[in-house]
């Protein structure tokens, strides 16, 4: 069964260069909501009447019959989240702005090449490959989003990782040399940009945050700068293409000495768990972004040393982990071995299922 995934998944992969730059939808991911409350497109849902296609039955030829012929479909071979799944399909070929739409024109009959581009991305959906990708595009957190694969798909909790960071920017007199209300820049460094998700929310949510994004995939470089462009925020960041070594440095210099905030979600999977990951992971996804090594900690760890070099005093790290981590985390850096960080843990937050999925830890002032 793996091997004909594989096989169907080949030529879907091509699908992202045949992607239309007009084909923009925002869309929240599938996995975190079961009433997606809103998927849009730059262009309105046509409403002109259509005369059905010649040759076949116009009931199934409806926008209705289609959903749930392919909802089914999908259903029966084990697709996740096929109702969801092909209504952002069909939604994206008719170029609506919302499900509402799908259901108050639900006994539109589609064209034929409407028809033929909902079967070619549902057999796309049927080889596993994320809606995010095959849509092209995704909105977070009001920000439309290019994705491209295989460049890591931020989840829900991604969310909540960015609301954890924005409590963590200075306030006020809190940074000895860097204030928000004395108008300075606030300096962020972002490990692991992906999409550039976090850096651009960051940047969104205070005009005052300056962002320095680092990854180690060419890829994911420069799709964070393209959305950066697109969003306005390309003056605001800068895109380093360096990877992250055990010691805590990097092969190319950050251009900052010190930062204000540093984020991340890092690779954290344990290796062991990586062979139960979704095949929508496993066959499309870059899964360097999620092996984390044999504990997890692989580069979590080098991340606290990263933190402890480049933070200002009273500068935050807040991290993603695994809920098995925090208490690991606090252990280690807690150990005498480790007492020339100069770091406190200051607090753990829950994801969306209550569990310690957050770390925040706080650079002290040196002797």
């Keep these: ?19 239309s730059a007009s084909s923009r939808i925002q869309m929240r991911s599938m996995e975190f909501s079961k009433d997606l409350p809103s998927v849009r497109l730059l262009s309105p849902l046509s409403s ?17 019959a289609v959903l749930s012929k392919w909802e089914n479909k999908f259903k029966d071979e084990g697709v996740a989240e096929p109702k969801d799944s092909i209504r952002n399909i069909v ?12 259901d108050r024109h639900s006994t539109v009959e589609m064209t034929s090449d409407e028809l033929l581009e909902t079967d070619r991305l549902c057999e796309c959906r049927l080889a596993r490959m994320p809606v995010q990708y095959i849509i092209g595009e995704w909105e977070f957190r009001g920000i439309s989003l290019k994705m491209v694969p295989p460049v890591f798909i931020p989840r829900p909790e991604t969310e909540i990782l960015v609301d954890v ?63 950066a462009m697109s969003a306005g925020f390309a003056r605001r960041i800068n895109v380093i293409h360096a990877k992250l070594a055990e010691d805590g440095t990097f092969n190319k210099a950050l251009g900052h000495d010190k930062f204000d905030l540093i984020v991340s979600n890092p690779p954290y999977v344990p290796s062991q768990d990586m062979l139960s990951l979704e095949p929508e992971i496993k066959l499309y ?13 692989r580069l979590v760890k080098p991340l606290i040393k990263v933190a402890s070099k480049f933070l200002r005093h009273k500068g935050r790290l807040v991290m993603e982990v695994d809920p098995s981590h925090p208490e690991a985390i606090q252990k280690w850096i807690s150990e005498e071995a480790q007492s020339n960080l100069r770091l406190k843990y200051e607090a753990t937050h829950q994801d969306y299922s209550h569990k310690p999925r957050f770390v925040q830890l706080i650079k002290m002032k040196t002797a």
Excluded: W
């Design 91 to 102: 939604l994206h070929v008719m170029g609506g702005k919302s499900f509402s739409e799908l």
């Design 1 to 19: 069964m793996a091997f004909n995934i594989r096989a169907l998944a080949r030529p879907c992969l091509g699908l992202i260069t045949d992607l």
């Design 165 to 227: 960071a924005v409590a963590a920017l200075p306030h006020g007199k809190e940074c000895d040399n860097c204030s928000i209300a004395e108008g300075c820049h606030v300096n962020v460094l972002e490990v692991g940009s992906g999409c550039g998700a976090i850096s651009l929310s960051l940047m969104k949510e205070h005009p005052k945050v300056y962002c320095t994004a680092v990854d180690q995939s060419t890829t994911a470089c420069r799709l964070t700068m393209e959305n």
């Design 285 to 297: 996804e870059d899964l360097r972004a999620l092996d984390g090594g044999v504990d997890g900690l």
């Design 48 to 64: 002109s009447a259509r005369s059905g296609v010649p040759g076949l039955d116009s009931s199934n030829t409806t926008i209705a």
